[in-house]
Structures are given as C-alpha cells and as structure tokens.
C-alpha cells in the first residue's frame, strides 16, 4: 500500500509571542492541568473550566465513593421493603408504615447520592474529552 497523506482535522497552525512570565505562567496553568499544550490552550479558547489533574484525581475517588454509596443505598432499601411486605402480611400496619417511611427516605436520600454522583461523573467525562 503507498504510503497516503492523511488529512488532520487540525490543519491550521498558530505562532504566539509571549514575555517569559507569560510563557511560565502558561507552563504552569498546562502542568497543572494534566493536558497537553495544544489540549489547554484549545480548551480555554472553547472557554471550558479546566481542572487540575489533582483535581480530577479526587473527583474520581468522590465518584468511586458515592457509587459504593449508592449500592448500599439501593440494598437498605430493598431489606426494608422486603421487611415491610412481611410486616404488612402479619397485620403489623404502625410497624409498616414506619418502615414505608424509612423506605422511602431512603429512596429520596439514595437519589441525592445519585444525583451527585452522576454530576461528578459528568465532570470528568468531560474533562477526559478536552484532554483528546
């Protein structure tokens, strides 16, 4: 196969001038970040928020937290339904409805978490993509 030219989508080179405070104020916003040079400076022109790589890093534990979270979330809420459906089955109705709310807060408290981290998630997500 002859070797072709491929087209980059980028094809368009910018030459700046900068003073050498500028350049390492530049160095280190682009260290900070964990992005390449090209990555920081078309994400800021895109005015994205860009986040420190360290920051990034926490965010991911956050996420990993809040998803462990949510998983036992989820299973309080199923012990406690099932726990109401017996309850109801023996008769046991102020037991029931005590358990129903407890269920439900759960429910409401398990889709705060979620909600969370579904945000975070978001963030970094969108962060991976600016750094491609």
Not at 56 to 67: G, L, N, P, R, Y
């Amino acid at each position: 196969m002859a070797n072709k030219k491929v087209k980059r989508n980028r094809d368009k080179a910018v030459t700046i001038r900068m003073n050498n405070d500028e350049y390492e104020a530049l160095q280190n916003r682009v260290e900070d970040s964990g992005l390449t040079q090209q990555a920081y400076i078309i994400s800021a022109i895109r005015g994205a928020t860009i986040t420190p790589s360290d920051e990034i890093a926490v965010q991911k534990e956050i996420s990993k937290t809040f998803a462990e979270l949510v998983k036992q979330l989820r299973g309080l809420a199923t012990n406690v339904n099932q726990m109401a459906h017996v309850a109801n089955g023996q008769g046991q109705l102020p037991a029931t409805e005590t358990l129903i709310k407890t269920s439900a807060e759960l429910s409401d408290y398990r889709k705060e978490c979620e909600d969370i981290w579904l945000s975070i998630r978001s963030s970094i997500n969108q962060q991976s993509r600016t750094e491609q």
